[in-house]
Each structure stands twice: as C-alpha cells, then as structure tokens.
C-alpha cells in the first residue's frame, strides 16, 4: 500500500500555536545537533553517524536536564527529523549533485515537520484533525 501524504490548513489556538512553535523549534535543533555530529564524524575518522545511534542518543539526550525540554513535543517527530537527516546524507553521497545537507535557519517561514500515524495517534474527525502532544 503506498503512502498517503496529507496537507492541512491548520487554525490553531493560541495554545496549540505555542506547542507548535516549540515542535518547529525542537524538530530544527535536532536536526541542526545531529547534523554538526555528523560533520564532526566524518571530519575525525571519515565515518558517519547512523540512523540507529543517532535515536539512542536522541533518547539518552532527553533524559539530561539541559535537554528536557525536548519531552514537551512528539517524540516521532524528532525521529522523523534524523530520519530526514540521514536520508539528506545518504543522497548526497549516492546522488551527485544533491548538495550537502544544510542547518536549518530559524528565519524560515515555512515551519513544518512530518510525524506518523502509530496507533491512531492521529484523528480526523467533525472537521477537526487531533495531533500528538498538540490536540
């Protein structure tokens, strides 16, 4: 069955565009930590950081005080970031002409971030979509 991708106009509440505001802030500075990581890496030893130890990290990492914050937005969209990010790495290495993966800049006006539907963690219903973490 292939994947279905979905846009929404969203009209949210004054508090759910908070929620959404840090999701946005949270999704870049994962992508932006681990893509420094990966430069890192590679520049010490010329091997890259997978997938798979970037999300144990990613775990570790939301246990430290410094980083709790990352707790208060879904956890799938910060692993849909390194997923992101590694498929960035992966085509530029197998596909000439790609670029390099780039940080993200907060300055961007198009704020988004993909999560995924695990147990219905995601409604549609009377007009109204239900997110994880954002209601």
């Known amino acids: 069955m292939p994947n279905k991708a979905y846009k929404f106009r969203l009209y949210p509440t004054p508090a759910q565009k908070i929620l959404l ?3 946005f802030g949270c999704v870049r ?7 420094d990581r990966k430069i890192s890496q590679y520049k010490e030893d010329q091997t890259t950081l997978s997938y798979t130890f970037c999300a144990k990290e990613l775990a570790v990492l939301k246990k430290t005080e410094e980083y709790a914050f990352l707790k208060e937005v879904d956890s799938i969209s910060l692993q849909q ?4 990010l590694d498929q960035a790495f992966q085509n530029f290495f197998k ?4 670029g390099f993966p780039r940080f993200k800049s907060k300055r961007n006006r198009k704020n988004s971030y ?3 539907c695990v147990n219905q963690n995601i ?4 007009g109204c979509l239900k997110l994880p973490k954002i209601g």
């Open 114 to 116: 993909s999560t995924v």
């Open 81 to 84: 970031s390194l997923r992101h």
């Open 29 to 35: 500075l994962v992508y932006n930590h681990w893509l």
């Open 21 to 23: 505001a840090k999701t």
């Open 95 to 98: 596909r000439p002409g790609t």
């Open 123 to 126: 409604l549609l219903s009377d």
